[in-house]
DNA sequence: TATGAATGAGGATTCATTCAT
DNA sequence: AATGAATGAATCCTCATTCAT
């Protein structure tokens, strides 16, 4: 069975699983020999990709921020006018994709560990700060200077808001009703 | 040392130890063993008063529901304009002690639990049923009547997001800006 | 409320408590807070009265062995012929109540805990020697001299089973068939 | 130490220290850090190979009902005339091994735990039914058809009865003495 | 490359017991 | 006479991790 080159494969189905498991098992019961059976291998194979747990939830992280980063690069190759970059920002953040149950919960999951994985922070704040300026970047052009930095803040608070909103049980806020509050408050904040 | 009456005293003890304990070693050692230490209780002590660990938990979030729902009614007391009635409501949230590390912490951590217990969603589910009934009924004098329920929303993920945010570690927003930043985005949304 | 010359009530109540609590949530789930609970008491009564919990059980054993005993000892008094002595025994042993589901459960887990609590054992060895001597001495005016001790052996080791058989959950055998099977036996034994 | 292929001789010394355990200990003592460590091992192996202790219990059931059921079946093999097939049956149940301290405490401690796991009740059902079907095959040919039930039953009783009084430490049959008390009884049943 | 056997620490919980009131 | 607050040890179980194969 040993092959060359398995290792792309193995770490993707094993990020794949932990995000399953942690939307259908939760958290708590999203241990290594569960994650691993649900990708169809054995628990020690955590170790040998990725060392150790922690650094399978460091790697889900970044997978997730990568499909969230590489859907706004994208957008932004077809931006024509300035406004056209925050909306590849925006547009990219609102994809059914990041509203996905499975995604939010793995999202959500790994935000309420960084406090102890140290790791996931440094992860979270090299990618916060890159989005937070790209942001900061597509508003300039449209709205007053001093405001570029309130806006951007209160763009980011909105999203993850939302999202966090969009991620409790408790909600009745669909992906399409985030979508609606956020233009709502966006046209006025733009004037 | 067994005394009678003792019970709300105990209580109190073990929920602000939960609160403590979340804050300073976080969620994942936060053990029955570690919280009831904290207090200068036993073990035994959380299923004496609380059943279990759970009913703590809920317990703890009925507690940090309870402080800032008696903070908002305090403020509507002395309520004298309509605009006055969604004061209360926002100040109450920006309070200092709700922006604290310790009861944001908290918070956080039981929101990240509701998945895996149902008793915390309910708690928190008709918790928040009310408070955005008093958001909708402070807002109808103040935005048109169509707008009610959209601003009560974006409101609601505002101050959501800036909680989740001043929570998560990375974070390099405080209770200030925070304010600071909802603030300005209110004024537009109220026109 | 403290009144004087409770303790046999007392006693009595908790005495009833356990076999109950034994039948019907299991030896395993009888905990001394169970018990007390289920006698409408608090758990310290049981140190008040009983020293401790194998007191109780002690007391209990003494209670179900006390209460055969008296059956016995009723019906010898009645007891014309010789063979009515025997029938005595027999037909107390018979007697609905000794293989009602709660007593024969409650006998069935002491007879379990006799290893671990010796003093269960003591109290047992006792009622069985004597028990065994009112049966050689039916029987001696009923069987040659030489066969009243296998006899006594047979009939004690049938009452057992029997005993045993219907304790257990899976059984198919009732008190009435396991009259019917010690009798057809027994009618063998004497001749 | 990790080898391949443990699974049955691990399986094995479990269950082996289970009844070691049982029988030393009594049951009340037998957690799964004491039999584990008496099978030196660790106590999270329990887990690993039976699931729970309950897991673990069910299967020293099973052993003991297997040990008894190959021996019948030994037995079986050599029978020439009808009434060998009784003999075979009967001879297996009084075989030392069975009457030994340490498999008849640990067969009368399952027993007790019967009500409260299931699982035991129910290995425990199917096995007495095959068992009694059996019996009732083998003495066809030795009594009359209307009396094949009761002797069945009787015989059954007796050996539960010898059985479980042999298993009491208050005790003073032996396995010989146990054996002439049923052969007794048994050529007075079949006439 | 991948397995799965094995560990042992740590989790929540239950319990008999003690004791001030 | 009786309570019920409080304890802390012991229970079962889960888990991340290690490692021979």
Redesign the interface.
């Known amino acids: 069975m040993p092959k060359v080159g398995m290792a792309p494969l193995r770490k993707s189905q094993l990020i794949d699983a932990t995000i399953q498991c942690i939307h259908e098992e ?4 999203s241990s290594v020999q569960r994650i691993s059976k649900r990708a169809g291998l054995s628990p020690g194979i955590v170790a040998h990709y990725f060392e150790d747990k922690d650094g399978l939830l460091v790697a889900t992280l970044k997978r997730l921020n990568k499909g969230l980063s590489n859907e706004i690069v994208r957008r932004m190759a077809d931006a024509e006018q300035p406004v056209d970059r925050l909306w590849a920002i925006l547009d990219a953040h609102f994809e059914p994709v990041h509203f996905a149950p499975d995604t939010v ?1 793995a999202w ?2 790994l ?6 994985i140290p790791e996931l ?1 440094r992860v ?2 090299v990618y ?1 700060a890159r989005l937070h300026s790209n942001l900061r970047h597509a508003l300039r052009p449209l709205v007053a200077a001093d405001r570029v930095e ?1 806006v951007a ?2 763009i ?7 999202w ?2 969009s991620a ?3 909600t009745l ?1 669909t992906a399409k ?2 979508r ?3 233009d ?2 966006l046209l ?2 733009l004037d």
């Open positions: 939760g958290v708590a019961r919960d959500f999951a935000w309420g560990m960084m406090r102890e922070q979270q704040r916060e309130i803040d209160t980011s608070a909105m999203i993850d808001g939302l966090a909103k409790q049980p408790t806020i009703r985030a609606a509050v956020f709502d408050a006025r904040l």
